[in-house]
């Protein structure tokens, strides 16, 4: 009969994993960053020659809401490792949060982080300066996947706060029967 150490009981044990794991965090490291911020600002520019009927649209604002929060995790589970970043292009990463904060205005969702984590992190303050969490300072940011083809991109001034999400037919589908997305305007007020 084999036996094994407490440890290793322990830490295969559904429980012990989701008791350990830390809480969402800032990116600290300036190449993890740069990597995730890089892949962001191609997905933002890739906006101008998508047609917009290739896009769902939504008001930036709803990253603050728990339905949209299950979107972004419903579609990286559908489409991928369940794993996602949100990375903030603007106010500017380097000269402003990084500059005061000594971190990086991004995160990485694991597949084990709950919803509350994720709740968290985007109401986080940086340090002594509520202002400035992520879900209420940041004026463009994108969702991307770790490992996936689809993408959410927002601008609170593109139009009063327009959003996009755009990928791969199936992960339109998913998003469309799991989310209330504006209908596509004629014209849209987004980059172009």
Same mark, same amino acid.
């Given at each position: 009969m084999r036996t094994t150490s407490l440890p290793d009981r322990i830490g295969t044990s559904p429980d012990f994993v989701s008791f350990t794991m830390s809480n969402i965090d800032f990116i600290h490291d300036r190449e993890t960053f740069t990597l995730f911020w890089?892949? =962001?600002?191609? !997905?933002?520019e890739k906006?101008? /020659?998508?047609? =917009?009927?290739?896009?769902?649209? %939504?008001?930036?604002?709803?990253? $603050?809401?728990?339905i949209f929060r299950d979107l972004i995790? $419903?579609?990286?589970?559908?489409?991928?490792?369940?794993?996602?970043? /949100?990375? /903030?292009? #603007?106010?500017?990463?380097?000269?402003?949060?990084?500059?005061?904060?000594?971190? @990086?205005? $991004?995160f990485i969702v694991k597949a084990y982080h709950?919803?509350? &984590?994720? %709740?968290?992190?985007?109401?986080?303050d940086p340090a002594d300066s509520p202002a400035d969490a992520i879900g209420f300072y940041s004026e463009q940011y994108v969702v991307l996947p770790v490992s996936s083809e689809w993408f959410i !991109?927002? &601008?609170? =001034?593109? $139009?009063?706060g327009t959003g996009f999400l755009t990928g791969p037919p199936d992960v339109m589908t998913f998003a469309r029967e799991s989310f209330a997305f @504006?209908? #596509?305007? &004629?014209?849209?007020?987004?980059?172009?």
């Open positions: 890089q892949r =962001a600002r191609e !997905c933002a906006l101008a /020659v998508i047609p =917009a009927s290739d896009l769902l649209h %939504f008001d930036s604002s709803n990253i $603050g809401t728990q995790r $419903g579609i990286a589970n559908f489409k991928g490792t369940g794993e996602f970043a /949100v990375i /903030v292009l #603007n106010p500017d990463p380097f000269s402003y949060f990084h500059f005061h904060f000594g971190k @990086y205005p $991004g709950s919803d509350e &984590d994720l %709740f968290e992190i985007l109401a986080q !991109c927002a &601008d609170r =001034a593109w $139009g009063g @504006y209908e #596509n305007p &004629d014209q849209r007020s987004g980059p172009a």
